[in-house]
């Protein structure tokens, strides 16, 4: 099963439409979000051909955004406890890295999936993995947007750069 993974949009429609169509030209069954969507305006392009679940993002504000979320997919709030085909995955937006750390030791998850830092990141710890897409760049953080797809038959993960 491919599922694609994406973090902190935040607003910008371009790189949110590149994503659903970097997704879609992909064939990925299944999209999380792992928050800072920002408006309901942005959700809306996710309403594609698969299916999507989000979380809540420290920057998450508008009261309408979960039921925009809601009328074509999953708004999870603060945290998800996924299976696809078996695999479970911890979703979280990340913005306490005690949580993020909790969540990698609880050995719950094969993995989990977060955002909140802007930084591409890909590790195992004790079994689990460790995957944050990325997000809008900014200093100190990736230079580029990427999004990940997860294949879970294969256990491969794969960022695509879609700065251009």
Same mark, same amino acid.
């Given at each position: 099963?491919?599922?694609?993974?994406?973090?902190?949009?935040?607003?910008?429609?371009?790189? !949110?439409?590149? !994503?659903?169509?970097?997704? =879609?030209?992909?064939?990925?069954? &299944?999209?999380?979000?792992?928050?800072?969507?920002?408006?309901?305006?942005?959700?809306?392009?996710?309403? !594609?051909?698969? &299916?999507?679940? &989000?979380?809540?993002?420290?920057?998450?504000?508008?009261?309408?955004?979960? =039921?925009?979320?809601? &009328?074509?997919?999953?708004?999870?709030? =603060?945290?998800?406890?996924?299976?696809?085909?078996?695999?479970?995955?911890?979703?979280?937006?990340g913005t306490s890295e005690q949580l993020v750390d909790a969540l990698l030791a609880s050995g719950a998850y094969d993995y989990v999936v977060r955002g909140h830092t802007h930084e591409r990141t890909h590790e195992e710890r004790d079994g689990t993995v460790h995957l944050n897409p990325g997000g809008l760049p900014f200093p100190g953080a990736?230079?580029?947007?990427?999004? !990940?797809?997860?294949?879970?038959?294969? =256990?491969?993960?794969?960022?695509?750069?879609?700065?251009?």
């Amino acid at each position: 099963m491919l599922v694609g993974c994406c973090s902190d949009t935040h607003d910008n429609l371009d790189l !949110a439409r590149s !994503a659903v169509e970097t997704f =879609e030209d992909r064939g990925v069954d &299944a999209v999380i979000h792992c928050g800072d969507v920002v408006a309901p305006f942005t959700a809306s392009v996710f309403d !594609a051909d698969f &299916a999507f679940h &989000a979380v809540r993002g420290n920057n998450d504000g508008e009261w309408a955004l979960a =039921e925009t979320i809601e &009328a074509f997919g999953t708004h999870h709030g =603060e945290s998800a406890h996924l299976t696809f085909d078996g695999v479970d995955v911890g979703v979280y937006h990340g913005t306490s890295e005690q949580l993020v750390d909790a969540l990698l030791a609880s050995g719950a998850y094969d993995y989990v999936v977060r955002g909140h830092t802007h930084e591409r990141t890909h590790e195992e710890r004790d079994g689990t993995v460790h995957l944050n897409p990325g997000g809008l760049p900014f200093p100190g953080a990736d230079d580029a947007y990427h999004v !990940a797809i997860l294949d879970t038959d294969a =256990e491969t993960v794969e960022f695509v750069d879609l700065s251009g």
